[in-house]
């Protein structure tokens, strides 16, 4: 390849997409840097390439074979061989055994054995002897950052940058953790700091142009982008590149939508298109920004285009609407309006026969007899299918005024019609058996939705009398009786359908789910762990984030007055957003790498608002109704209890002290127990690999929390 000239400015650029440093290059990262590197820079995350770094340096302090051996310390590390790094460490401790460094990478390799006490104690005696080592305080910070105590890894961030203040790798780590605590104008310094020291990694642009997308600044970003362009070859990316590039593009179109340069975006589309890998982002961000700019015809073209590979997509049928003047946020239409939609859904049916979404849409819109006539023919072909969750597709129609008697004549007619004559009002042609008892089934949902539990159940039961195996009658008539107040007859026949199909997970959660209901804990635990791994449902669920089993179990254990039980629940899920809170810390880097910056910021945006949730919610109220009941009524302490066995006579208090100390050592013999099974069980797998165990939960059932 050629080499830059001075008139275009052009860059060749590697496979890997890293710009080449050239004059040009640098002007324009010290113009959209502005090189004013921060005194203290706030940290992040941890990895280990700087100790790495500083294993060179360490031949300045250590002869020549120790340095050597510290280098093994470090790769050890890294390649996860912690017995052989311990070794290493242990060697070079014999002859220097106050070497700081040494000592630090020592205590971080047992942090990585699960031998936490002894690793502080060694990574803060190394620091000790060696304050002024950026290794000492990088070592000490992925320390707190393992135990996620981000201030302090900050701290000692902080501290090593104070003393090499260039570390790429420190700064790489601090931006991480910048990003997860949400320091949005510390992570712009940081990642303006890498950009200037490292102008050549495709990764340190990118980042500088999202870190300024989170922190409000579009246009910036948007520069950014534009100037790491500016150093790229026009044939530009290789093969094997095209789709990381092409996602950087539909980013970059993205941002340009987000500041309203509505035109330009579109400019840059028609221009970039033939470097968009991902066509189906690239039309829909097209008919998008053509649909902003007020070009319906040519909107509602691509829309088109769409649904001929999609005609079920509500949002591609939603967007025609908006194409054509017709869609009300409210749902409320003139009668014109209807007229319009009307016609045109009844071309979309046409042209997409199979479509189940240009059949269902039009009931939301209809009023009188169009409705009952659109819904009429909507129903009919589903009941002669078989479709156990019509229901639950009509449902959202019982919210519009009206629209729930029309229905409920509807069904009725359907109804009276096949038990009558075999087939459907006004049609000559003989339905399957199986038509009535669908019939029979929806007609028992609809007046279970109107809260006339003695006709829902009248006609399930005749379901049932007529079609005996079918396994959605039992669960619906459960469904029933529990909207009814009686959850244990619901809990019974939930039980019934479950075991008319014992592999079905399914039947499997909704009857402990009814079981819960009717606090009946215990018998709902047997019937989890059918569906949970070595039999051991707890453990199992709560690392799946089982949720609604825990929040179930926590209400039902609230209601039957164990609060230590239900606050364990509770807390359990809180601990859950904390755990996917975490989670996110690895996309930080991973997005970055793979371009993927669209879904990334989506991710972000969509953590900054996860305790929003409806579980997380339930969570917190339970645990303060917990907490609440405990203020208003505390727990008895020790002494209390002791006055009143004091004044029992004393037949009965040797009675009943005997009887407690038999619970308790009942209570110890099965945690025993249970503990040996679990230890033997997992140190070896089916396949004869040794496995970590799992943590002992010291306060299985809450007594501790509610002390």
Same mark, same amino acid.
């Given at each position: 390849?050629?080499?830059?000239?001075?008139?275009?400015?052009?860059?060749?650029?590697?496979?890997?997409?890293?710009?080449?440093?050239?004059?040009?290059?640098?002007?324009?990262?010290?113009?959209? *840097?502005?090189?004013?590197?921060?005194?203290?820079?706030?940290?992040?995350?941890?990895?280990?390439?700087?100790?790495?770094?500083?294993?060179?340096?360490?031949?300045?302090?250590?002869?020549?074979?120790?340095?050597?051996?510290?280098?093994?310390?470090?790769?050890?590390?890294?390649?996860?061989?912690?017995?052989?790094?311990?070794?290493?460490?242990?060697?070079?401790?014999?002859?220097?055994?106050?070497?700081?460094?040494?000592?630090?990478?020592?205590?971080?390799?047992?942090?990585?054995?699960?031998?936490?006490?002894? %690793?502080?104690?060694?990574?803060?005696?190394?620091?000790?002897?060696?304050?002024?080592?950026?290794?000492?305080?990088?070592?000490?910070?992925?320390?707190?950052?393992?135990?996620?105590?981000?201030?302090?890894?900050?701290?000692?961030?902080?501290? *090593?940058?104070?003393?090499?203040?260039?570390?790429?790798?420190?700064?790489?780590?601090?931006?991480?953790?910048?990003?997860?605590?949400?320091?949005?104008?510390?992570?712009?310094?940081?990642?303006?700091?890498?950009?200037?020291?490292?102008?050549?990694?495709?990764?340190?642009?990118?980042?500088? %142009?999202?870190?300024?997308?989170?922190?409000?600044?579009?246009?910036?970003?948007?520069?950014?982008?534009?100037?790491?362009?500016?150093?790229?070859?026009?044939?530009?990316?290789?093969?094997?590149?095209?789709?990381?590039?092409?996602?950087?593009?539909?980013?970059?179109?993205?941002?340009?939508?987000?500041?309203?340069?509505?035109?330009?975006?579109?400019?840059?589309?028609?221009?970039?298109?033939?470097?968009?890998?991902?066509?189906?982002?690239?039309?829909?961000?097209?008919?998008?920004?053509?649909?902003?700019?007020?070009?319906?015809?040519?909107?509602?073209?691509?829309?088109?285009?769409?649904?001929?590979?999609?005609?079920?997509?509500?949002?591609?049928?939603?967007?025609?609407?908006?194409?054509?003047?017709?869609?009300?946020?409210?749902?409320?239409?003139?009668?014109?309006?209807?007229?319009?939609?009307?016609?045109?859904?009844?071309?979309?049916?046409?042209?997409?026969?199979?479509?189940?979404?240009?059949?269902?849409?039009?009931?939301?819109?209809?009023?009188?007899?169009?409705?009952?006539?659109?819904?009429?023919?909507?129903?009919?072909?589903?009941?002669?299918?078989?479709?156990?969750?019509?229901?639950?597709?009509?449902?959202?129609?019982?919210?519009?005024?009206?629209?729930?008697?029309?229905?409920?004549?509807?069904?009725?007619?359907?109804?009276?019609?096949?038990?009558?004559?075999?087939?459907?009002?006004?049609?000559?042609?003989?339905?399957?058996?199986?038509?009535?008892?669908?019939?029979?089934?929806?007609?028992?949902?609809?007046?279970?939705?109107?809260?006339?539990?003695?006709?829902?159940?009248?006609?399930?039961?005749?379901?049932?009398?007529?079609?005996?195996?079918?396994?959605?009658?039992?669960?619906?008539?459960?469904?029933?009786?529990?909207?009814?107040?009686?959850?244990?007859?619901?809990?019974?026949?939930?039980?019934?359908?479950?075991?008319?199909?014992?592999?079905?997970?399914?039947?499997?959660?909704?009857?402990?789910?009814?079981?819960?209901?009717?606090?009946?804990?215990?018998?709902?635990?047997?019937?989890?762990?059918?569906?949970?791994?070595?039999?051991?449902?707890?453990?199992?669920?709560?690392?799946?984030?089982?949720?609604?089993?825990?929040?179930?179990?926590?209400?039902?254990?609230?209601?039957?007055?164990?609060?230590?039980?239900?606050?364990?629940?509770?807390?359990?899920?809180?601990?859950?957003?904390?755990?996917?809170?975490?989670?996110?810390?690895?996309?930080?880097?991973?997005?970055?790498?793979?371009?993927?910056?669209?879904?990334?910021?989506?991710?972000?945006?969509?953590?900054?608002?996860?305790?929003?949730?409806?579980?997380?919610?339930?969570?917190?109220?339970?645990?303060?109704?917990?907490?609440?009941?405990?203020?208003?009524?505390?727990?008895?302490?020790?002494?209390?209890?002791?006055?009143?066995?004091?004044?029992?006579?004393?037949?009965?208090?040797?009675?009943?002290?005997?009887?407690?100390?038999?619970?308790?050592?009942? *209570?110890?013999?099965? %945690?025993?127990?249970?503990?040996?099974?679990?230890?033997?069980?997992?140190?070896?797998?089916?396949?004869?690999?040794?496995?970590?165990?799992?943590?002992?939960?010291?306060?299985?059932?809450?007594?501790?929390?509610?002390?």
């Amino acid at each position: 390849m050629l080499p830059a000239t001075q008139e275009t400015g052009r860059v060749p650029c590697g496979r890997s997409g890293h710009a080449r440093t050239t004059p040009q290059l640098r002007q324009s990262t010290r113009r959209l *840097a502005a090189p004013k590197p921060s005194p203290h820079p706030r940290p992040p995350r941890v990895r280990l390439a700087a100790p790495r770094r500083a294993a060179a340096a360490m031949g300045s302090s250590l002869p020549a074979k120790e340095a050597n051996l510290f280098k093994v310390i470090v790769k050890s590390y890294e390649t996860k061989q912690y017995k052989k790094g311990l070794k290493a460490a242990d060697s070079i401790l014999k002859k220097f055994p106050e070497h700081g460094e040494t000592l630090s990478m020592k205590g971080l390799t047992l942090n990585c054995m699960d031998r936490k006490s002894e %690793a502080y104690e060694l990574v803060r005696r190394g620091l000790k002897n060696d304050l002024k080592s950026h290794v000492c305080w990088h070592v000490y910070g992925l320390l707190y950052r393992s135990d996620r105590e981000y201030r302090e890894a900050i701290k000692c961030y902080r501290n *090593a940058l104070r003393i090499d203040p260039d570390n790429i790798e420190i700064l790489r780590d601090l931006s991480l953790l910048q990003a997860q605590m949400r320091d949005l104008s510390g992570f712009v310094e940081t990642r303006q700091q890498l950009l200037t020291l490292k102008p050549n990694h495709r990764m340190n642009w990118i980042g500088f %142009a999202v870190s300024h997308h989170l922190s409000s600044n579009s246009s910036k970003a948007i520069e950014v982008l534009e100037a790491y362009e500016g150093t790229l070859e026009d044939d530009y990316p290789p093969e094997n590149e095209r789709y990381e590039h092409g996602e950087m593009l539909l980013y970059k179109i993205s941002l340009l939508e987000e500041c309203g340069m509505l035109d330009r975006a579109l400019q840059e589309m028609h221009k970039m298109e033939s470097k968009i890998v991902d066509k189906l982002s690239f039309r829909e961000q097209m008919a998008c920004i053509l649909l902003k700019l007020g070009r319906f015809e040519e909107a509602e073209k691509i829309y088109r285009s769409l649904l001929f590979m999609n005609p079920d997509n509500y949002k591609y049928l939603i967007a025609v609407q908006k194409c054509l003047g017709l869609y009300s946020e409210n749902g409320q239409y003139s009668a014109d309006d209807v007229e319009r939609l009307s016609a045109l859904y009844n071309s979309l049916k046409k042209e997409y026969s199979w479509s189940s979404a240009v059949k269902r849409i039009p009931l939301d819109f209809l009023e009188g007899e169009k409705f009952l006539e659109a819904a009429d023919n909507y129903v009919r072909p589903l009941l002669t299918k078989g479709v156990p969750s019509l229901f639950s597709d009509l449902s959202p129609l019982y919210e519009h005024p009206g629209k729930a008697n029309i229905l409920e004549q509807l069904f009725l007619k359907l109804e009276d019609s096949i038990r009558t004559s075999g087939c459907f009002p006004g049609s000559s042609q003989i339905e399957p058996p199986s038509t009535l008892m669908w019939t029979l089934l929806l007609v028992s949902q609809h007046y279970d939705r109107r809260s006339q539990y003695d006709i829902a159940l009248d006609k399930i039961d005749e379901a049932i009398l007529h079609t005996p195996t079918v396994i959605d009658l039992y669960s619906i008539k459960g469904n029933i009786l529990q909207h009814a107040g009686n959850f244990s007859a619901a809990a019974a026949l939930a039980d019934e359908a479950r075991s008319m199909d014992l592999a079905d997970r399914y039947l499997n959660s909704e009857c402990v789910m009814q079981m819960l209901q009717a606090d009946q804990v215990g018998l709902a635990e047997k019937t989890a762990v059918l569906f949970t791994k070595d039999g051991d449902q707890h453990n199992n669920l709560h690392d799946m984030q089982c949720m609604w089993y825990e929040l179930a179990s926590g209400e039902s254990y609230f209601r039957q007055g164990d609060l230590g039980r239900a606050l364990k629940n509770f807390l359990a899920v809180e601990k859950h957003y904390t755990d996917m809170t975490e989670d996110q810390f690895d996309f930080h880097s991973y997005c970055l790498r793979k371009m993927t910056l669209r879904a990334y910021v989506s991710m972000l945006k969509f953590q900054d608002r996860l305790h929003a949730h409806e579980y997380f919610h339930k969570a917190a109220a339970g645990a303060i109704r917990c907490y609440m009941k405990l203020h208003d009524s505390p727990l008895k302490s020790s002494a209390e209890e002791n006055d009143e066995l004091s004044k029992l006579p004393a037949a009965q208090r040797k009675k009943l002290r005997q009887k407690q100390k038999k619970a308790e050592a009942r *209570a110890k013999r099965e %945690a025993e127990e249970k503990q040996e099974d679990e230890t033997t069980s997992t140190n070896s797998s089916k396949s004869g690999k040794k496995q970590q165990a799992r943590p002992v939960d010291l306060d299985p059932h809450g007594e501790k929390l509610v002390q």
